[in-house]
Structures are given as structure tokens and as C-alpha cells.
């Protein structure tokens, strides 16, 4: 019997089908000007902060150095934050969607489906990379630009995409659902992303035990070593071994450490994540077929390992009138948040990355509890309170950018919403059950950093601190719960849902930081003025607050002091109530357009009390003449 595959050239069906609905969408324009002018925001704050000065030689090279980490720094970012997003969920929607069956029983092979599906998706983050080059070149004629960095950060920008695509490309072939999907890129990128780090930390660990490099203190701040390759140079040691595998070292290299990095050095990453790239996506053809045809028709086992804490959860041998061990939300007053509570368990994947999250806190968490419990004992570092707040406070809030929009957009795409809107629950329930679903999370990845920020204010009998500390993180999470929730009502494709709420947290996190940062180098009240924006940056404000507590534990021997302490504290109230306030603004924006939006009619309290009259006195009586909700099916149909 012959064969119905035959051999293509050139990328295939796939991928022209895939760029002939993606170039017919206004929103692929939109991104690339937004990028765009990104780049442009971040070249106007460095000539603003140029502007008024002489603009001799060695100004014009400051100029063109800060030019440079200004435009790779945000190009980089951008690209670590978008592309897992964009490709996580390129074979997880379509087996949502049964179509992945389809185009596995057509004559298509299964490497003109990945390959295909993986170009659609590398051709527009090449056309973000080509949007910045002619705008920084053209600053070049300034001087202090050398071309060779330029290209070379070019080069290892498109490498950085080449791993980010396959690789979530790659975890959406074995992930069920966009959300573990996603939730796998990221946690991916972070590894990739800490792995120097990691090393840096364990390095100066050991050598601190040894008095430190140089007799430099051991309480140098280590996270600094992922911005800044020259700071191992200036401790008297060279470049770590796991440096070129780093992105954010090769790009910044040419610069901060002259004579490290070449633009040899970094053609070699593009092809070493060429190849890296190549062979996942390789992985990806051979275990397409297999894996989807073992996951179709096959429910997710249950398993007893690595489950969540039961906050609250009822077994299910204890049915709905049993209690957990903790207090949790009641059937009756919210049936949505009850089933978010109780029902929506995550798969062994979302629960392995919880795991190696809540360990990866406590382990990092552990040293600054017992030292700020224990009276008389010094903290560790002021630099190791900002390296397990930063990291828990972060990572965990992109994990909740991805959960709070995927939480309704999944059942959006299931189907299940529909049903939902069909039953007689006002819309207030259904939202608020979906945005406490989503919040918990904040509550659980703020319960360490609470506890090390209480601990701290008993030994120094402070009260403000603390709090403004809690409630940073708190109204920060409420910002991007509620986003979360808004974006997925609004927006009916889940991909660019997700895409969206975590661009809002990459502006949150890193983009706000980067204006901030480099429109306030300098030296005076600027710089202090600019320093108390930085607190809405959640790794920044979620330790600032404590420093001085910190240093008061350990540094007293120093000498050290805050001077703006009191301003600091002012700027934190102010954060928290316009971070509060936002919150409880797109909170009432999703209520108001939720029905607008998904197609259920508004609440008629008159149909609501007549339905009560037939249900209690019988069925003689009058039923109420219209139905008081409507799936988006049936109001098309209206």
C-alpha cells in the first residue's frame, strides 16, 4: 500500500496557514509598534538624563554605553517575558479544541506540523528583534556605540528566542492544558535564567568562609552579578565557567567587562542555541504522535504524591458536608469560589512546580527566620532578606499572572462558562468566585515574607514597616488578579489573554524599574525621589521597607544608617492605596462589562422574585415570561 505522506519543500501548509491568519491581525502590528516605541521610551530616558550637560567625548561615550544596556536590557527582557507566551500554547489550544486530531489524519507529517507551527512563531520575534536595530544604529553616530556589541547582542537576543520558542514549544506537546503549558516555560526560563547566580552565591559562600575575595566583606550583594559581569573583576576573580551560557552576561559583557566577551563569543551562542533548538524541536516531531494519541480519551490519573496542602479541602471520602483541617469558603455563600476551592485540582506538573518553589523559599527563607527569632543573633545580609524576597515575591506573581487569566479563559474555551451563565448566579458571584480562586495564591506566597517582615518588627518594636510591607504584596497580587480576570473576560482567544497579563506583570516587574532606573542614575534629591518609585517594582518593595530594621540587627557596628527613612514609608502608604485602588477599579470594570461581553442578560429582580413564588407555593402559578440569562450561544441566536 503506498504511502499518502509525501516530501514538501519549503515550510509547509501549516506555517502558511498559521502566517496568513496571524498577518491578517491587527494585533501583530500593534505589538511590533508597541515594541517599538518601548525601545524609543527607553532611549528618550537615557538623552533625557544627557540633555543638559556638555556633550564633550567622555560624555558622548556615557551616552552610548547607557544607550546600549538601555536598548539590550529591554529588548532581552522583552523577549524572555513574550515568546514563552506566544509558543507555550501552540499545540495545548488545538488539542483543547479537537483540532489537533484533524490535522494528525491528514497527509501532513509530523514535522511539517511543529516546524511549521514553530516558524509562525519565530518570524514576527525576528521582526521585533529587526524593529530596534536602525533606531540604535542611528544613535551610533553619536558615539561611544561600538557595532560589533550591537550585533552581538542581536545575535544573542535571537539565540535566547530560538530556546525560548522550542523549548515551549516543546512542553506544549507533553502539557495537557495552556496553563501547565505556560507555567512549564516560564519555570524553565528561570532555571536557565538563576543557574549563574546560583553558582555566584555558592562561590562566594565558600569563599566567605575564608574571609572573603580580597578581604572584601561576604555580604556583597550577589544578584548584582546577574546585571553586572565586571563586579566578579573588581572582586580579583575571573569570569565563571557558566557565564557564556548565561544571556544577560554575553550582552551586557561588551561593556561592563571589556575584553571577556567577543563577537566571536557570542556568534558561538546563537549557534549552540541554534543546535539546542534543533534538537528539541526534533524531540518535539518524534513524541508528537505518541503522546497526544496516549493523552486523547484518557483522564488524568489521580495520584497521591506531591499533593497541595489541604487548606480547607474536603476529601472525597468526607463528600460535601465534610470538613478540612483548615477553614474554607461555603457552598452556599459562593458555589464558584467552593468548586475554585475544592474541585479545580492542579495537574502533577503545576504541583511539581509548586513544590520546587515552596522549597526553593523555605530554603532561601529559612536562615533569615531563625536569625531575626533568636535575640542578640545578627541577620545575615541585607542582600540575602532582597534575594528571598525579590525571588519568592517574583517568580510567584508570574505564576499568578498566568493563573488568574487562564483560571476563566479555560472554561471559556471548554464550554463550561456557558453553563455557568445559565444558571441563576447573579454575575457578582461568578466573578468574585473567580477572583478569590485566583487570589489565594497571593495569600500562600506571601505568607513567608510576611512572617520574616513580623518577626523583624517585634525584635525592633516597629509596626509600619511590616504592614506596609504585607500590604505591598498583597495589592500588588490584587492588581494582577484582577487584570488577570478582566483580560480573560474581555478577550476571547486565550493565548493572547495570557500574553497579556504577563506583559503587565513584565511592565510591573521589570519595565517600571528600567524607566525608573535610568531616567534617575545620578547623584541627589533625583535620585531619592526616584528611588521611592521603585518601591511599586515588587522585587524592590518588597524588602525596602525592612532594610533598616535589617541593618539596625546586623550593621550597627557599621554605622549605618538610613537618612529617608521616613519618606520611604510615606511613598509605601501611597503605593498601597493607589494599588488598592486600581485593583477595585478593574474589578469594577469586569462587572460591569461581564455581561455585555460574554452575552447573559442582566439580572431582572422581578423574574428573580416570581421564580421564588413558583418554587415555593407550587406550580399553579404564572412562570415568569422571559429567561433571566442567556449563554453567548443562544443570545447570537436571539
Same mark, same amino acid.
Given at each position: 500500500?503506498?504511502?499518502?505522506?509525501?516530501?514538501?519543500?519549503?515550510?509547509?501548509?501549516?506555517?502558511?496557514?498559521?502566517?496568513?491568519?496571524?498577518?491578517?491581525?491587527?494585533?501583530? &502590528?500593534?505589538?511590533?509598534? #508597541?515594541?517599538?516605541?518601548?525601545?524609543?521610551?527607553?532611549?528618550?530616558?537615557?538623552?533625557?538624563?544627557?540633555?543638559?550637560?556638555?556633550?564633550?567625548?567622555?560624555?558622548?561615550?556615557?551616552?552610548? @554605553?547607557?544607550?546600549?544596556?538601555?536598548?539590550?536590557?529591554?529588548?532581552?527582557?522583552?523577549?524572555?517575558?513574550?515568546? *514563552?507566551?506566544?509558543?507555550?500554547?501552540?499545540?495545548?489550544?488545538?488539542?483543547?479544541?479537537?483540532?489537533?486530531?484533524?490535522?494528525?489524519?491528514?497527509?501532513?507529517?509530523?514535522?511539517?506540523?511543529?516546524?511549521?507551527?514553530?516558524?509562525?512563531?519565530?518570524? *514576527?520575534?525576528?521582526?521585533?528583534?529587526?524593529?530596534?536595530?536602525?533606531?540604535?544604529?542611528?544613535?551610533?553616530? #553619536?558615539?561611544?556605540?561600538?557595532?560589533?556589541?550591537?550585533?552581538?547582542?542581536?545575535?544573542?537576543?535571537?539565540?535566547?528566542?530560538?530556546?525560548?520558542?522550542?523549548?515551549?514549544?516543546?512542553?506544549?506537546?507533553?502539557?495537557?492544558?495552556?496553563?501547565?503549558?505556560?507555567?512549564?516555560?516560564?519555570?524553565?526560563?528561570?532555571?536557565?535564567?538563576?543557574?549563574?547566580?546560583?553558582?555566584?552565591?555558592?562561590?562566594?559562600?565558600?569563599?566567605?568562609?575564608?574571609?572573603?575575595?580580597?578581604?572584601?566583606?561576604?555580604?556583597?550583594?550577589?544578584?548584582?552579578?546577574?546585571?553586572?559581569?565586571?563586579?566578579?573583576?573588581?572582586?580579583?576573580?575571573?569570569?565563571?565557567?557558566?557565564?557564556?551560557?548565561?544571556?544577560?552576561?554575553?550582552?551586557?559583557?561588551?561593556?561592563?567587562?571589556?575584553? @571577556?566577551?567577543?563577537?566571536?563569543?557570542?556568534?558561538?551562542?546563537?549557534?549552540?542555541?541554534?543546535?539546542?533548538?534543533?534538537?528539541?524541536?526534533?524531540?518535539?516531531?518524534?513524541?508528537?504522535?505518541?503522546?497526544?494519541?496516549?493523552?486523547?480519551?484518557?483522564?488524568?490519573?489521580? !495520584?497521591? &504524591? #506531591?499533593?497541595?496542602?489541604?487548606?480547607?479541602?474536603?476529601?472525597?471520602?468526607?463528600?460535601?458536608?465534610?470538613?478540612?483541617?483548615?477553614?474554607?469558603?461555603?457552598?452556599?455563600?459562593?458555589?464558584?469560589?467552593?468548586?475554585?476551592?475544592?474541585?479545580?485540582?492542579?495537574?502533577?506538573?503545576?504541583?511539581?512546580?509548586?513544590?520546587?518553589?515552596?522549597?526553593?523559599?523555605?530554603?532561601?527563607?529559612?536562615?533569615?527566620?531563625?536569625?531575626?527569632?533568636?535575640?542578640?543573633?545578627?541577620? #545575615?545580609?541585607?542582600?540575602?532578606?532582597?534575594?528571598?524576597?525579590?525571588?519568592? /515575591?517574583?517568580?510567584?506573581?508570574?505564576?499568578?499572572?498566568?493563573? +488568574?487569566?487562564?483560571?476563566?479563559?479555560?472554561?471559556?474555551?471548554?464550554?463550561?462558562?456557558?453553563?455557568?451563565? +445559565?444558571?441563576?448566579?447573579?454575575?457578582?458571584?461568578?466573578?468574585?468566585?473567580?477572583?478569590?480562586?485566583?487570589?489565594?495564591?497571593?495569600?500562600?506566597?506571601?505568607?513567608?515574607?510576611?512572617?520574616?517582615?513580623?518577626?523583624?518588627?517585634?525584635?525592633?518594636?516597629?509596626?509600619?514597616?511590616? @504592614?506596609?510591607?504585607?500590604?505591598?504584596?498583597?495589592?500588588?497580587?490584587?492588581?494582577?488578579?484582577?487584570?488577570? /480576570?478582566?483580560?480573560?473576560?474581555?478577550?476571547?482567544?486565550?493565548?493572547?489573554?495570557?500574553?497579556?497579563?504577563?506583559?503587565?506583570?513584565?511592565?510591573?516587574?521589570?519595565?517600571?524599574?528600567?524607566?525608573?532606573?535610568?531616567?534617575?542614575?545620578?547623584?541627589?534629591?533625583?535620585?531619592?525621589?526616584?528611588?521611592?518609585?521603585?518601591?511599586?517594582?515588587?522585587?524592590?518593595?518588597?524588602?525596602?521597607?525592612?532594610?533598616?530594621?535589617?541593618?539596625?540587627?546586623?550593621?550597627?557596628?557599621?554605622?549605618?544608617?538610613?537618612?529617608?527613612?521616613?519618606?520611604?514609608? !510615606?511613598?509605601?502608604?501611597?503605593?498601597?492605596?493607589?494599588?488598592?485602588?486600581?485593583?477595585?477599579?478593574?474589578?469594577?470594570?469586569?462587572?460591569?462589562?461581564?455581561?455585555?461581553?460574554?452575552?447573559?442578560?442582566?439580572?431582572? *429582580?422581578? &423574574?428573580?422574585?416570581?421564580?421564588?413564588? /413558583?418554587?415555593?407555593?407550587?406550580?399553579?402559578?404564572?412562570?415568569?415570561?422571559?429567561? !433571566?440569562?442567556?449563554?453567548? +450561544?443562544?443570545?447570537?441566536?436571539?
Amino acid at each position: 500500500m503506498q504511502s499518502r505522506r509525501r516530501w514538501r519543500l519549503g515550510p509547509g501548509p501549516v506555517f502558511a496557514w498559521e502566517w496568513l491568519t496571524g498577518s491578517r491581525r491587527w494585533q501583530l &502590528y500593534a505589538g511590533r509598534v #508597541l515594541f517599538g516605541m518601548v525601545l524609543l521610551l527607553s532611549i528618550w530616558a537615557v538623552w533625557e538624563r544627557f540633555a543638559g550637560r556638555v556633550m564633550d567625548l567622555s560624555v558622548l561615550g556615557q551616552l552610548g @554605553t547607557s544607550l546600549y544596556v538601555s536598548y539590550a536590557l529591554t529588548q532581552l527582557g522583552l523577549v524572555c517575558l513574550v515568546t *514563552p507566551a506566544v509558543t507555550s500554547g501552540a499545540i495545548c489550544q488545538e488539542k483543547a479544541r479537537g483540532s489537533l486530531l484533524h490535522l494528525l489524519t491528514t497527509d501532513l507529517s509530523d514535522a511539517e506540523i511543529v516546524f511549521g507551527k514553530l516558524l509562525a512563531r519565530l518570524v *514576527p520575534v525576528g521582526m521585533l528583534l529587526a524593529t530596534g536595530v536602525p533606531v540604535l544604529m542611528i544613535c551610533g553616530l #553619536l558615539g561611544g556605540l561600538d557595532p560589533n556589541a550591537v550585533l552581538g547582542a542581536v545575535a544573542v537576543t535571537a539565540g535566547t528566542a530560538l530556546l525560548c520558542c522550542s523549548g515551549a514549544l516543546m512542553i506544549s506537546v507533553w502539557a495537557r492544558k495552556p496553563h501547565g503549558a505556560l507555567m512549564g516555560a516560564y519555570f524553565a526560563l528561570t532555571m536557565w535564567l538563576l543557574l549563574v547566580p546560583a553558582g555566584e552565591i555558592v562561590a562566594l559562600f565558600g569563599l566567605s568562609l575564608m574571609g572573603g575575595p580580597g578581604g572584601q566583606p561576604s555580604w556583597l550583594p550577589v544578584l548584582f552579578l546577574l546585571f553586572e559581569p565586571g563586579a566578579r573583576l573588581s572582586l580579583g576573580m575571573p569570569p565563571s565557567w557558566l557565564a557564556p551560557l548565561h544571556p544577560f552576561w554575553m550582552v551586557l559583557a561588551p561593556y561592563s567587562a571589556p575584553g @571577556t566577551v567577543t563577537l566571536a563569543d557570542q556568534l558561538r551562542f546563537l549557534g549552540l542555541s541554534a543546535l539546542g533548538s534543533g534538537v528539541m524541536a526534533l524531540v518535539s516531531v518524534r513524541s508528537l504522535r505518541r503522546v497526544y494519541l496516549g493523552q486523547l480519551g484518557r483522564p488524568r490519573k489521580a !495520584t497521591k &504524591y #506531591l499533593r497541595l496542602p489541604q487548606f480547607g479541602r474536603r476529601k472525597p471520602e468526607q463528600g460535601l458536608g465534610g470538613r478540612g483541617w483548615l477553614p474554607g469558603p461555603s457552598l452556599d455563600a459562593n458555589p464558584v469560589l467552593w468548586r475554585e476551592w475544592h474541585r479545580n485540582a492542579p495537574s502533577l506538573p503545576q504541583r511539581i512546580l509548586w513544590h520546587i518553589f515552596v522549597i526553593t523559599s523555605v530554603v532561601l527563607y529559612l536562615p533569615l527566620i531563625v536569625d531575626a527569632a533568636m535575640p542578640g543573633r545578627p541577620m #545575615l545580609s541585607e542582600w540575602l532578606l532582597g534575594v528571598a524576597n525579590g525571588f519568592t /515575591v517574583t517568580y510567584g506573581l508570574l505564576l499568578l499572572s498566568v493563573s +488568574s487569566s487562564t483560571s476563566m479563559s479555560e472554561e471559556r474555551a471548554r464550554g463550561s462558562l456557558d453553563i455557568l451563565m +445559565s444558571t441563576p448566579l447573579p454575575t457578582s458571584k461568578i466573578v468574585w468566585g473567580k477572583w478569590w480562586g485566583a487570589y489565594r495564591g497571593v495569600l500562600f506566597l506571601a505568607l513567608m515574607p510576611a512572617a520574616v517582615a513580623v518577626l523583624l518588627g517585634v525584635k525592633n518594636l516597629k509596626v509600619l514597616e511590616p @504592614t506596609l510591607t504585607i500590604g505591598l504584596i498583597l495589592s500588588q497580587g490584587a492588581i494582577l488578579t484582577s487584570l488577570g /480576570v478582566l483580560l480573560a473576560t474581555r478577550i476571547e482567544k486565550q493565548g493572547r489573554a495570557v500574553g497579556l497579563s504577563v506583559a503587565a506583570f513584565g511592565a510591573l516587574s521589570f519595565g517600571w524599574p528600567l524607566l525608573v532606573v535610568v531616567m534617575g542614575l545620578g547623584t541627589g534629591p533625583r535620585q531619592r525621589g526616584l528611588e521611592a518609585l521603585l518601591l511599586q517594582a515588587p522585587w524592590y518593595g518588597s524588602h525596602r521597607l525592612l532594610d533598616p530594621m535589617v541593618e539596625w540587627t546586623s550593621y550597627r557596628s557599621y554605622g549605618w544608617r538610613y537618612d529617608n527613612a521616613a519618606e520611604i514609608l !510615606t511613598w509605601g502608604a501611597i503605593w498601597l492605596v493607589l494599588n488598592t485602588m486600581l485593583a477595585a477599579l478593574l474589578v469594577a470594570r469586569t462587572l460591569s462589562g461581564f455581561n455585555r461581553h460574554l452575552g447573559r442578560m442582566d439580572e431582572n *429582580p422581578d &423574574y428573580a422574585g416570581r421564580a421564588t413564588v /413558583v418554587l415555593e407555593s407550587g406550580p399553579d402559578l404564572p412562570l415568569p415570561q422571559g429567561p !433571566t440569562t442567556l449563554a453567548p +450561544s443562544a443570545a447570537r441566536q436571539t
